[in-house]
């Protein structure tokens, strides 16, 4: 058997360094979890085990993603649902009328569809922003929410590739009218709890705390508001970016998407969810500074195709599906390879310590490499 182990010691240099105070990381391989590594402290003298939890972030949106293509999969809704014939407030627009492009754009926001959300080609702007809404106030999930749903277009429909953490926050709400059922709890009953995934808490109350990360470089630092490690945080489980869990989870909820692997999704829809639904529309991130001439993404997966400079680095192939997280997290998978990869840090991105250097990338070409000498 290929010993795929090796690649994961760079994990032990990034804590010697002080790159991150500690890290965990998980390799699935043909089938099976074949490797697995932890190195350095979770929190203040307390190291990381397999068994800790780290704050998601944003790979927090392929399990929100799931979970709405569980209810498309019980014929509740379809891809292709108006999201305002389902969340009438969408469609009801703070200030319509601010230009004669936002009245333009408006106008279309009844085409806007699940798939929209979930590949992020809605339109919608990226974060809610601090004149409508203030974390320091400590808004509920559903002030939050009431506010995405308020956000004008900034492009149409389908044009852009514009990453939406608004986007997720409205595609829960659909869950919740669609089915009748708390977002929270349909995601825990009909997804995690069916695939066996009882190490990813959707929000996690004080009984997890002897098994969370500290993420260190976290915003609003010291206040009863910061971001990922305060109780206030925990018990939003923001659909965009508040879930907990183990790299071992994660890669084996990423594994699932490959073929002939059991899922409470149907094989039909893992499959869509992992190839491109933008039809290659221009766009990125736009807090990364990060746009592509040709987008790619699926329902809630990144899809790599041939984008380069990535974080998945150069070697995986186009077929590879990913997304990462401003706490440190990163997990991708390969069908090609059959190779999938979770590695996760406790400090945040902030300072971009995976990306300059490239760390992820020179951690997911080594195995990659590793993959193709066994």
């Given amino acids: 058997m290929t010993d795929l182990s090796s690649p994961l010691h760079v994990i032990d240099e990034w804590v010697a360094e002080n790159v991150v105070r500690g890290a965990s990381a998980a390799v699935w391989h043909r089938g099976e979890i074949v490797a697995t590594r932890v190195a350095g402290l979770a929190r203040d003298d307390v ?21 709405v293509m569980i209810a498309v999969d019980a014929g509740d809704l379809s891809l292709d649902t108006p999201v305002a014939s389902i969340v009438p407030e969408f469609g009801e627009v703070d200030d319509p009328l601010g230009s004669d492009v936002l009245f333009q754009l408006e106008a279309l926001r009844e085409r806007v569809t699940v798939r929209h959300l979930l590949c992020h080609t809605s339109g919608l702007p990226e974060n809610i922003g601090v004149k409508r809404i203030r974390m320091r106030d400590q808004p509920t ?16 429909p389908g044009e852009t590739l514009r990453y939406s953490n608004a986007g997720f926050g409205i595609a829960a709400r659909v869950i919740e009218r669609a089915t009748g059922t708390p977002f929270h709890a349909y995601a825990q009953r009909r997804l995690l709890e069916p695939a066996g995934l009882v190490e990813i808490a959707l929000r996690p109350d004080s009984s997890w705390d002897d098994r969370l990360a500290h993420t260190d470089d976290a915003a609003s630092i010291g206040t009863p508001f910061e971001r990922y490690n305060s109780a206030w945080w925990r018990n939003l489980g923001i659909p965009w970016g508040g879930f907990f869990g183990t790299p071992s989870a994660l890669v084996r909820f990423a594994a699932s998407f490959f073929p002939n692997q059991e899922s409470p999704l149907s094989a039909e829809t893992r499959a869509e969810m992992i190839v491109d639904q933008t039809g290659g529309a221009p766009g990125g991130v ?16 990144e899809v790599v195709s041939d984008k380069r400079n990535h974080w998945t680095g150069s070697l995986r192939s186009s077929q590879t599906f990913c997304h990462w997280g401003q706490s440190g997290t990163l997990v991708w998978a390969d069908p090609e390879r059959e190779l999938a990869l979770a590695v996760f840090g406790n400090r945040a991105v902030q300072r971009p310590w995976p990306l300059t250097p490239p760390r992820w990338a020179g951690l997911s070409d080594a195995l990659a490499s590793a993959a193709d000498a066994g």
């Fill in 47 to 67: 190291p990381v085990s397999e068994g800790t939890l780290f704050a998601l972030a944003s790979v927090s949106k392929p399990i929100t993603a799931a979970a």
């Fill in 141 to 156: 999930l559903q002030q939050l929410t009431d506010a995405m749903c308020g956000l004008p277009l900034q492009s149409a």
């Fill in 286 to 301: 736009g807090s990364l500074g990060v746009h592509w001439e040709r987008g790619a993404w699926g329902l809630g997966w």
